[in-house]
């Protein structure tokens, strides 16, 4: 069953001879590679069944059955909370257990597939959820779904899972080939039932349903054709329900079904109902004891490959890869162990007590003076002045200022800080009284702008005073003559 194959026009020249077992596809004078996409290849070939990724990475066939069986429970059980169709939920089973053909679940966690699963079976299924949703429902599953458990928290470990999944599904895409049509056996049971006439018989048809959604649980769906599960599923129930149907000659042999093939799907599907619960926790301990035997290895054997490289181990050979950029880069061991004794030495001389007092020789400082001014005029390479006051040349082994004041004894450090603290007190003092001899001579020129103006606004009120009174004095005589 051929989803679309490309075929030349009848206009077209008469395609080239293509290789044996891959027929090709005309445009123009070209031939090119044909693109088959049909159910028959999601079907896994014996050979990859009886080796898969798992068994190759040391994962033993019952450990990885068991995580087949739980990844498909959880996506069976989150289906349902997250009330997606049924095909939905089937899809995502089959999708699940066609990866893990192809991938070991020693390298892909399977929950994260789960979830991943889950989303991109409701997108083929037309029945979208947002990926917060299936993270939320995964959650609540993980926890017990009879609890109540505690709200998913949107931090960073959020964002991270979150992630995982859109990289998980976009995995899927890619080893299946983008090639996620399943057809699945639903609708063929009520086909079947309805050929043995048997389709009113309400509870053989849901017997037969539920033993179809019990079997995604095995991988049946990727051995077997869809027609042969439903017969499959249609004789387990009427087994069950000790219900008769043709035997002569068998009716699966009218849908193309053989003997053998159904025993095998009823065994599997019954082996579901007599094995016990596994523990998640102790599949989960062995998936990791796995995982870092691996891991173990490939470190293993890159220090096989490291020490077969003489370039990494020698640095004496005469391959200029195996040279140091710069002599810092690599010393040898004489010269590191001379800069360790010296490092050595440096720290027992700070924290000796009887670093105090110096020799006059090292030219530094002796009692928090400075004693190399007294140096011979003899002549010496040229010298730089420290913040201390000493005069050092570059290739003087002397130590640094910052040493001196570590290497100084307490009485010395005392003294100076209480120098230190007299000279700032000092200044703090001379400082204020200037400013306050600054403002006293401020009040001083405003006091005597001020007496000035009252001085002269004086002198203008006993002139007008005084004309005033000389007017008067013209008026009470002329009034009296």
Same mark, same amino acid.
């Given at each position: 069953m051929s989803s679309g194959v490309l075929?030349?026009?009848?206009s077209a020249p008469a395609p080239a001879p293509a290789p044996a077992g891959n027929p090709g596809i005309v445009i123009g004078d070209a031939v090119y590679s044909g693109v088959l996409l049909a159910i028959d290849s999601s079907l896994v070939p014996e050979q990859r069944r009886s080796e898969t990724p798992s068994m190759r990475d040391g994962l033993e066939l019952h450990t990885e059955t068991e995580l087949r069986i739980l990844g498909c429970e959880l996506i069976q059980s989150a289906g349902i909370l997250l009330r997606l169709p049924q095909?939905?939920?089937?899809?995502? %089973?089959?999708? +699940?257990?066609? +990866?893990f053909y192809s991938k070991s679940f020693i390298k892909h966690?399977? $929950?994260?597939?789960?979830?991943?699963? @889950?989303?991109?079976?409701?997108?083929? =299924?037309? #029945?979208?959820?947002? @990926?917060?949703d299936v993270m939320n429902v995964f959650h609540h599953l993980k926890q017990g779904g009879g609890k109540r458990s505690a709200p998913l928290f949107l931090d960073q470990n959020y964002i991270n899972t979150k992630n995982q999944v859109i990289k998980a599904e976009r995995h899927v895409l890619k080893e299946l080939g983008f090639c996620v049509h399943v057809k699945h056996p639903h609708k063929m049971i009520v086909m079947y039932l309805q050929v043995l006439e048997c389709e009113k018989n309400k509870v053989l048809v849901q017997t037969a349903w539920n033993y179809m959604n019990d079997a995604l649980r095995t991988d049946v769906f990727v051995r077997f054709e869809p027609e042969?599960?439903? &017969?499959? &599923?249609?004789?387990?129930?009427?087994?069950?329900?000790?219900?008769?149907?043709?035997?002569?000659? !068998?009716? +699966?042999?009218?849908?193309?079904a053989s003997e053998s093939d159904i025993r095998e799907i009823c065994i599997s599907t019954l082996k579901l109902y007599s094995r016990s619960k596994p523990a998640i926790a102790q599949l989960e301990k062995e998936v990791?004891?796995? /995982?870092? &035997?691996? $891991? =173990?290895?490939?470190?293993?054997m890159k220090g096989v490959n490291y020490s077969v490289t003489p370039a990494?181990?020698?640095?004496?050979?005469?391959?200029?890869?195996? /040279?140091?950029? #710069?002599?810092? $880069?690599?010393?040898?061991? =004489?010269?590191?162990? %001379?800069? *360790?004794? =010296?490092?050595?030495?440096?720290?027992?001389?700070?924290? #000796?007590?009887?670093t105090s007092v110096k020799k006059e020789d090292s030219g530094v400082m002796q009692n928090g003076h400075s004693a190399s001014r007294g140096r011979s005029r003899s002549p010496s390479p040229p010298t730089r002045?420290?913040?201390?006051?000493?005069?050092?040349?570059?290739?003087? !082994?002397?130590?640094?200022? *910052?040493?001196?004041?570590? %290497?100084? #004894?307490? %009485?010395?450090?005392n003294d100076q800080s209480r120098r230190g603290d007299r000279q700032r007190r000092s200044r703090s003092r001379s400082n204020s009284r200037g400013r306050h001899r600054d403002d006293g001579k401020r009040r001083h020129e405003r006091w005597e702008r001020r007496e000035r103006e009252r001085s002269h606004d004086g002198g203008r009120s006993r002139?007008?005073?005084?004309?005033?009174?000389?007017?008067?004095?013209?008026?009470?005589? *002329?009034?009296?003559?």
């Open positions: 075929s030349p026009s009848v095909v939905a939920m089937a899809t995502g %089973q089959v999708l +699940f257990q066609r +990866f966690n399977f $929950e994260i597939m789960a979830m991943a699963c @889950v989303n991109l079976a409701s997108k083929i =299924e037309e #029945s979208p959820r947002r @990926v917060r042969t599960i439903a &017969c499959a &599923c249609i004789y387990l129930a009427a087994r069950a329900l000790q219900i008769p149907l043709p035997t002569k000659p !068998h009716w +699966f042999l009218l849908f193309g990791e004891k796995k /995982k870092m &035997c691996l $891991e =173990e290895e490939k470190l293993k990494l181990n020698h640095t004496s050979t005469f391959s200029p890869a195996s /040279k140091p950029g #710069s002599p810092r $880069e690599v010393k040898t061991e =004489e010269n590191g162990k %001379q800069v *360790r004794e =010296e490092k050595e030495e440096r720290h027992l001389n700070s924290k #000796s007590p009887i002045r420290s913040r201390s006051g000493t005069y050092s040349s570059p290739s003087s !082994h002397s130590p640094s200022p *910052r040493q001196h004041r570590s %290497q100084r #004894s307490p %009485q010395v450090r002139d007008y005073e005084r004309k005033n009174e000389r007017r008067t004095r013209s008026a009470h005589s *002329r009034h009296r003559r």
